[in-house]
């Protein structure tokens, strides 16, 4: 019996899958990607509350960076644009939803507003969509080197 019960434990652990980590190097293609990238520079990262906009399709989440350098906490708003989750491809629903941005930030639908804390820098990679809105230099330079230069803000 007692083998019955060990050989049960260890089936049932070698079902368990752990989180991946996508590593440290290079850009940052997906959500995961980017919070392994953003730990990876040495900041810290608190994934917080999730948010949800009518311009982005995607629910978002909140991430509150600190440490590493940076003036003040930052908040991150990442909205992943997984496959599975949209049904479709997520590298096509960034795209168009990057496009409803105009080069200030601002919502290009006219009647549209989004409102930002601070200067808004919106940044777009594969199948992830960051929204810094700060001053922090250290925060747009680290996201400009994980996901390229932002396609929309100030």
């Not at 440490?67 to 989750?85: H, K």
Request: glycine share 10%.
């Amino acid at each position: 019996m007692r083998w019955l019960v060990v050989a049960l434990a260890i089936t049932l652990t070698s079902c368990i899958t752990a989180p991946v980590s996508h590593g440290c190097d290079g850009p940052a293609n997906d959500h995961v990607m980017l919070v392994d990238r953003l730990r990876c520079s040495g900041l810290r990262v608190e994934i917080g509350d999730r948010v949800t906009t009518r311009s982005l399709r995607p629910t978002g989440t909140v991430l509150k960076l600190s440490g590493g350098g940076l003036q003040t906490e930052a908040r991150v708003y990442s909205f992943a644009y997984d496959d599975t989750d949209l049904g479709t491809d997520g590298r096509a629903v960034a795209e168009a939803d990057a496009k409803k941005f105009a080069p200030d930030g601002t919502l290009a639908d006219p009647g549209a507003v989004i409102a930002y804390d601070g200067p808004p820098h919106l940044y777009r990679r594969q199948r992830v969509i960051a929204i810094y809105a700060g001053s922090d230099a250290a925060v747009t330079s680290l996201l400009t080197r994980l996901l390229g230069p932002q396609f929309a803000g100030r």
